[in-house]
C-alpha cells in the first residue's frame, strides 16, 4: 500500500485564495489588515523565515512592516516598540521572530503584545485560553495541520493520536487541539521509554522533534496517518523530516513530505491570523 501524501503547497494556495478575498473585503470597507514583524539579532534561518512572511503578506493583499533591532538590543527598547504597535490601528498582529537573544525573557516580550493582536498565539493568556477550549489565536503549525487533517476528511474524535514532541509552539498546543476535537492524546517526548510501543498504536501520529528521520516504518501502524512537522538540513544540504518518508509512505494511510507538508501551512496561519484580527476590529467575525 502507498499513502495518500497530503500536498501542503496545494492546500495552502487554496486557503490562500480564501483569503485573499477575504482581505479584499476588508480593504473595500476601508480596513486594510496589517501584521508587524519583530526580529532581533542575525540568525539567517530568522531572517529567511521573515523575508518569506512578507512575501505571502503582499500576495494576499496585507500591509507588513519588520521592525530590526540589533543583537545587542536592550529588551525595553523591543517592548516599547511593542508598545507603539499596540496602540497603532494600521497594524492588527505583532509577532515576535524567534529565537530572541539570550538575554531576553521571551514570555515577558509574548505578554507585552496585546493579546488581540497575537497572531502567534504565543501570549499567556491566548495559551490559558486554548488549554480551556475558548481559543483566541490558534498557534500557527497546528493550526496549519488541523486544517489539512479536515480538508482531508480524516477523522480525529475517537481516534488515538500521538504527539512526539512537547515543546510550547508545537507539542503542546496540538496536542490540546487534537484533544478539543475529541481524540485520546499521548504526548512522547526524549524522556518517552520504549517509544515505538506508542507510536505503532497511533491512529494519528505527529512528530515534531527535530531528529531526521527518526520514526521509520516499524514504528507506525499500517494506515495510520502520519504528520512530518520536522525540518533537518542534513549534511549534504537536502531537506528531511522527523520521518523517513521514503519507508513510512508504504505503510501510512496519509502522509505529509518535507518540504511541502506542514510548511507551507504554517505561514498560511500566520496570513488568516492577522485577517481574523482585522476582522474581529470592523466586527465581522
Ligand atoms: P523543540 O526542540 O522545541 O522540541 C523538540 C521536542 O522533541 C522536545 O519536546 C523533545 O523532548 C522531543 N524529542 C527530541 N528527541 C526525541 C526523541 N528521540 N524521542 C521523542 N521525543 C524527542 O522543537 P520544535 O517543536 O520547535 O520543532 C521541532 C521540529 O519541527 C524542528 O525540526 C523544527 O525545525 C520544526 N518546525 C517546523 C515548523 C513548520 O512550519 N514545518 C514549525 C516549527 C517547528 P524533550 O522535551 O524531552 O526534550
Do not use: W
Not at 14 to 38: D, F, S, Y
Not at 73 to 94: A, K, R, S, W
Not at 204 to 220: D, F, H, Q, Y
Not at 236 to 265: C, H, N, Q, R, Y
Request: hydrophobic share 40%.
Amino acid at each position: 500500500m502507498s499513502a495518500n501524501v497530503i500536498d501542503g503547497k496545494a492546500i495552502a494556495k487554496e486557503v490562500r485564495a480564501e483569503l485573499k478575498v477575504r482581505a479584499e473585503i476588508l480593504e473595500k470597507n476601508g480596513l486594510k489588515p496589517g501584521l508587524a514583524v519583530i526580529i532581533v539579532g542575525d540568525d539567517p534561518a530568522a531572517k529567511i523565515y521573515v523575508r518569506n512572511k512578507v512575501k505571502a503578506c503582499s500576495e494576499v493583499g496585507i500591509h507588513s512592516e519588520v521592525h530590526n533591532f540589533p543583537e545587542d538590543t536592550l529588551q525595553d527598547d523591543v517592548q516599547c516598540c511593542i508598545q507603539e504597535l499596540n496602540e497603532n490601528p494600521f497594524i492588527h498582529g505583532i509577532l515576535v521572530q524567534l529565537p530572541l537573544p539570550q538575554h531576553f525573557d521571551a514570555n515577558r516580550i509574548m505578554t507585552s503584545i496585546a493579546v488581540e493582536k497575537d497572531v502567534d498565539g504565543f501570549h499567556l493568556y491566548n495559551v490559558g485560553a486554548l488549554v480551556t477550549g475558548n481559543t483566541v489565536f490558534s498557534p500557527c503549525t497546528p493550526h496549519g495541520i488541523m486544517i489539512m487533517l479536515n480538508k482531508k476528511h480524516i477523522p480525529i474524535e475517537g481516534q488515538h493520536a500521538v504527539m512526539v514532541g512537547r515543546s510550547n509552539i508545537v507539542g503542546k498546543p496540538m496536542a490540546l487541539m487534537l484533544l478539543e476535537k475529541g481524540a485520546t492524546v499521548t504526548i512522547c517526548t526524549s524522556k518517552t521509554r520504549d517509544l515505538a510501543m506508542y507510536t505503532k498504536n497511533a491512529d494519528i501520529l505527529v512528530v515534531a522533534t527535530g531528529r531526521p528521520r527518526m520514526i521509520s516504518k516499524e514504528m507506525v501502524k499500517s494506515g495510520a496517518t502520519v504528520i512530518d512537522v520536522g525540518i533537518n538540513r542534513l549534511p549534504d544540504g537536502k531537506l528531511v523530516g522527523d520521518v523517513d518518508f521514503a519507508s513510512v509512505k508504504e505503510k501510512a494511510g496519509f502522509i505529509t513530505p518535507v518540504p511541502g507538508g506542514v510548511g507551507p501551512m504554517t505561514i498560511t496561519m500566520l496570513l488568516c491570523n492577522t485577517i481574523e484580527a482585522a476582522e474581529r476590529v470592523y466586527g465581522v467575525i
